[in-house]
């Protein structure tokens, strides 16, 4: 992927020195549009970037802005679907809806909205599915047509050795840079909607809504500089969007483990699996919460225990790499009960006091004393909203009465 975004930088710089090929015609041709294969592709770059920084408002807000900008009734409608008010009036309504759910989001308790952050989670990826299967290519296929038409290379002349100018006529090379660009495109949007992403699954981690609200306000303000920098400049816009994209790669791999992570999440809760779950005997699925012998926080792999009681994490770096293997500390382990999702606590030396160790998906919910016998781990205790209730009763008196000791 590192490649296929370089190509795409590349190709980027290469387009905005293309010159007038085809001569006087083409020069008066270009002069006329108004426009130059450059600042084309500058446009083209800035709306892939804000459609991956947030796939249903991206789309959503190019698409309204291509209706309204096509002028006769006739080209309205031979804009694409994504362009036509039946899907972005409703796809804007949807966007309203889950801005209204932030509004209030530091006024509740965080479990009360976690239902609704993890329906818009699914929705962010069903989207962005959406987006770089159908939309992206639409974009890149009408941009190319553009390119072209503006640097007058669908209509062009070869020059042929000592043969002289030979006329090649009405040659249509469109759809050859189509090819070239859909896949560098598609692959620019996935390392940018991995980043954009991750703001969703950090709000499923956040344990307080008005991180919720800033974390959002944060991604629609970069989507905001970009779409106002491309109207103002495409020059600008497309820089300020070559720059996202290079900071999204260098986050990509920690944006990458939270996707993996909010989605065994969305999973496990929405297929309610926790109900059909059968622990295994050794080899169970989970992530590090922290960073353990090198190995990066939220990594996704399997536990096992050695026969002399050692704890083993086996993980594969982006999935599919070969697999590395890391010893988990047995210091003061204890299993974490939640009441979304629990954790396995450790005694953390650096910081002096027990700390969150491995992160167990929703699937585990009610298999914690299961899991904490498997893996001879000590006990387990409540943790998050659920000691928090537990800590209400015991204070209301609400709490189970204990029994008395046998004499």
Known sequence: MKRLVFLFLVLAGAMLLVPGASGATAVQKESSKG???????????SQVTGIAISPLLGVSGVGAY????????????????????????????????????DSFAAFVPPGLKKPLDIAETVENKISGLVAAGAVIPSLVAIGSKLI????????????????????????????????LMVPLSVAVFAVVWVVGHAINVLILLSPWGGVDTVLKGLRTSVLAMVA???????????TLSLVIILLAWLMAGWAFRLMVFGSEFTWDFFTLRHRRFELLADGNKLFTAREISGTPMRTYGRLYQEAEGKLIFKFRPWLV????VVEVPRDGLVVGRGL???EVLGFDRAAD?????????PRYRGHEELFARTYHISGTCEVGLRKAWSWIREAFGFAAKKQPAAV
């Open 148 to 179: 072209m038409n503006s640097s007058g290379l669908d209509h062009h002349s070869a020059v042929l050795g000592g043969l002289g100018m030979m006329q090649l006529g009405a040659f249509n090379l469109s759809w050859l840079l189509t090819i």
């Open 35 to 45: 426009k130059t294969p450059g600042l084309e592709l500058a446009t083209l770059a």
């Open 228 to 238: 106002a920098t491309a109207y103002i400049d495409p020059v600008v816009g497309a």
């Open 66 to 101: 291509q209706y309204f900008k096509a002028g006769t009734p006739e080209q309205k409608a031979a804009l694409p679907w994504f362009a036509q008010p039946k899907f972005w009036l409703p796809a804007m309504l949807l966007v309203g809806v889950c801005a209204f759910k």
């Open 340 to 342: 979304f999702s629990s």
């Open 353 to 361: 006091k027990l700390d969150t160790l491995l992160l167990l998906p």
């Open 321 to 324: 790499l070969p697999e590395r």
